[in-house]
Structures are given as C-alpha cells and as structure tokens.
C-alpha cells in the first residue's frame, strides 16, 4: 500500500480552518496532514497547532499563489500520493479509499480527482471541477457536469471512473515522484489554470488523469479568490499562458483565434457595464504580450499532440447553439 498524504494550502484562512479541517483530520486516518501556510496575517497556524496538533505545519515566507506555494511546500512531503485539498472543502469517511485502490492497480494514473460538488447545494456539481474537466479547440476549460456557466444537478450520469484531460485543483490528487520531476506547477500562471497546464503535460507524456466517481467532496467554492476584475485578468492571461506553452508549433495560429473570442467577451462585459472586467481582459492580453519570451521558454521539448480536445467551438454550442448538457 503506497503512502498518502493530504496538503492543504493556506493564506489567511483561520475561518475556513475551523469549519473543515476537523473533519478532514477525522476521516483521513490514513493520511498524514499538512498545512503550507503562505505567510498568513491572521492565527491560522497558531489554530491549527492548537486545535489539530497532528497536522504538520510548513511555513513559507511569502504568499506565493496556488503554483508557488504548492511548489515550495511538497519540496518537504514524504509519502508517494499527495492529495492538494483546499481549505474550504468538506469529506466524508473513507474517501481516501478509492484513490489510494486506483493508484495501486493503474501505474500510469498520475493525476486524479473525486467529484466535487456544491457545499451549498450537495446534489448539483460545483463550478470548478464537477466530475472532471477538458478543454475545447481554444483552451476554454468545461467539465462533464459543468459547462462555462451552467452546472448540472448529480443524477448519476457520470457514475464510472472515467480518464479526463485535467483534474481540479480543489481536490487534487498527484504522485510525488512525477510532480517533482516535471518541477510542479508552472509559477507563471500564479493562481488558476496551473492544474490544467501540469494535466496537458502529464497528456503529452501519454500518462492518465482520472476521475473517480465512488468519492464526493462538497466545495464551498470562492472561498480562496472571489469573482472579481482579479479573477478575470488570471483567467484570460493563463488561458493563453496555456495555449501559448501546450499548442503544437503547426497550431499556434489558434492563440489569435482565442485572442478574437477574448474580444467578444469584452464586447460582452462593456455592454453589462462590467468595466473593470473588460479592462481586466485588456490586462491580461498586455501581461500575456509582455511575457510572452519568458513562458516560450518552458515550452516542453517532448511532441506535443494535437488530439487534446473533444469540443472543437465550446462558446458557439453553448451560446449559439444552446447545448448546455454534454
């Protein structure tokens, strides 16, 4: 039986601590726990080492972001599975289960992810991840149970173990080995995307990501970065950093088809009256140009493959079409 570990991200998360990580602790015994702590403000490392005595804390220095900050602190994790659990998700006993069977049994899984569903609402899926994720022709990201905007209530439609192209990174599950030897998370994307970038590498190895559908945690969601001008700018700036470092050089005309939808949709945010949105994505365009030598740089020397995506035009069947369901 290999070794698990669960690690938790922290900054400033003293509030979400004391509503999960008690039952994260209480039905892992499995696992051992750590929290990586990116400089927090408020006592949550002095809460955790009070009230969960057991859960190792890592410290850094700096708030590094999703990518740095994980980097940083599995540098000082031992076992040879690590779940990367954010802090504002809730689990139920044994569900460590599953992952720890398919690892064991699929040598080639490197990745994999329970279904995420919505704290609030515990039969629906929740936004960022659902029942696991892909990418369409242009990088726009859509899970089965989740497409942009419209999420599906849990019927059972996606009861089976199923290989996806990325796995959330609010419930994450990685080998060690693989994650070191790949450098981890690409630190340019800072927060969101990185998971899908470190999957897309993982694809073009000809290794698996998985999702196991016999575990469900329930996400908060938002509970780290709200919808915000913030969110929009990583969003559309990593979706590039994405296209620009995983594309096929034969496909990099894709990037500028991108960049047209990313048009539209600041079309869309100025007729909404969402101006700080709009000039978000005119940001996020400049920080993407400004950059763009520096990612080109951590493009992989290994082929990249051409046959990454299912959906070839995912915003003309969701909003011309009004496909909503997979």
């Not at 008690?22 to 726990?33: G, H, M, Q, R, Y």
């Not at 609010?170 to 800072?190: P, Q």
């Given at each position: 039986?290999?070794?698990?570990?669960i690690?938790?991200?922290?900054?400033?998360?003293?509030?979400?601590?004391?509503?999960?990580?008690k039952?994260?602790?209480?039905?892992?015994?499995?696992?051992?726990?750590?929290?990586?702590?990116?400089?927090?403000?408020?006592?949550?490392?002095?809460?955790?080492?009070?009230?969960?005595?057991?859960?190792k804390?890592?410290?850094l220095?700096d708030?590094?972001?999703?990518?740095?900050?994980?980097?940083?602190?599995?540098v000082?994790?031992?076992?040879?599975?690590?779940c990367?659990?954010?802090?504002?998700v809730?689990?139920?006993?044994k569900?460590?289960?599953?992952?720890?069977?398919?690892?064991?049994?699929?040598?080639?899984?490197?990745?994999?992810?329970?279904h995420?569903?919505?704290?609030?609402?515990?039969?629906?899926?929740?936004?960022?991840?659902?029942?696991?994720?892909?990418?369409?022709?242009?990088?726009?990201?859509y899970?089965?149970?989740r497409?942009?905007?419209?999420i599906?209530?849990d019927?059972?439609?996606?009861?089976?173990?199923e290989?996806?192209?990325?796995?959330?990174?609010a419930?994450f599950?990685?080998?060690?080995?693989?994650?070191?030897?790949?450098?981890?998370?690409?630190?340019?994307?800072?927060?969101?995307?990185?998971?899908i970038?470190?999957?897309?590498?993982?694809?073009?190895?000809?290794?698996?990501?998985?999702?196991?559908?016999?575990?469900?945690?329930?996400?908060?969601?938002?509970g780290?970065?709200?919808?915000?001008?913030?969110?929009?700018f990583?969003?559309?700036r990593?979706?590039?950093y994405?296209l620009?470092?995983?594309?096929?050089?034969?496909?990099?005309?894709?990037?500028?088809?991108?960049?047209?939808?990313?048009?539209?949709?600041?079309?869309?945010?100025?007729?909404?009256?969402?101006?700080?949105?709009a000039?978000?994505?005119?940001?996020?365009?400049?920080?993407?140009y400004?950059?763009?030598?520096?990612?080109?740089?951590?493009i992989?020397?290994?082929?990249?493959?051409?046959?990454?995506?299912?959906?070839?035009?995912?915003?003309?069947?969701?909003?011309?079409?009004?496909?909503?369901?997979?």
């Amino acid at each position: 039986m290999r070794s698990i570990a669960i690690a938790i991200l922290n900054w400033n998360g003293k509030k979400l601590l004391k509503r999960f990580l008690k039952k994260t602790v209480d039905n892992s015994p499995e696992a051992t726990l750590y929290l990586i702590d990116n400089a927090s403000t408020d006592d949550s490392v002095a809460y955790t080492k009070k009230n969960h005595p057991t859960v190792k804390i890592i410290l850094l220095d700096d708030n590094y972001g999703y990518a740095g900050g994980y980097n940083k602190g599995l540098v000082f994790v031992e076992e040879d599975i690590i779940c990367l659990l954010n802090n504002d998700v809730l689990v139920n006993p044994k569900w460590l289960s599953p992952f720890l069977d398919h690892f064991e049994k699929h040598p080639k899984t490197v990745v994999a992810q329970p279904h995420i569903m919505d704290l609030n609402q515990p039969n629906k899926f929740e936004y960022g991840g659902a029942a696991g994720g892909f990418i369409d022709r242009l990088g726009y990201p859509y899970c089965r149970g989740r497409l942009f905007n419209h999420i599906e209530y849990d019927h059972g439609q996606y009861d089976i173990d199923e290989k996806i192209f990325w796995a959330s990174g609010a419930c994450f599950f990685v080998r060690k080995k693989v994650f070191m030897s790949l450098k981890g998370f690409d630190e340019n994307f800072f927060a969101h995307m990185e998971e899908i970038d470190f999957c897309w590498r993982i694809f073009n190895l000809n290794l698996d990501v998985y999702s196991l559908y016999k575990t469900k945690v329930y996400h908060l969601g938002g509970g780290t970065l709200k919808p915000s001008p913030k969110k929009t700018f990583l969003n559309f700036r990593n979706s590039l950093y994405l296209l620009l470092k995983n594309l096929p050089k034969n496909r990099s005309f894709l990037i500028a088809e991108r960049m047209m939808w990313d048009g539209m949709a600041f079309l869309f945010f100025i007729l909404k009256f969402e101006f700080s949105n709009a000039l978000a994505i005119i940001k996020a365009h400049y920080s993407f140009y400004k950059n763009r030598s520096r990612i080109k740089e951590k493009i992989s020397l290994n082929p990249l493959s051409i046959n990454y995506y299912t959906e070839t035009y995912l915003p003309i069947r969701y909003f011309l079409l009004k496909k909503k369901n997979l």
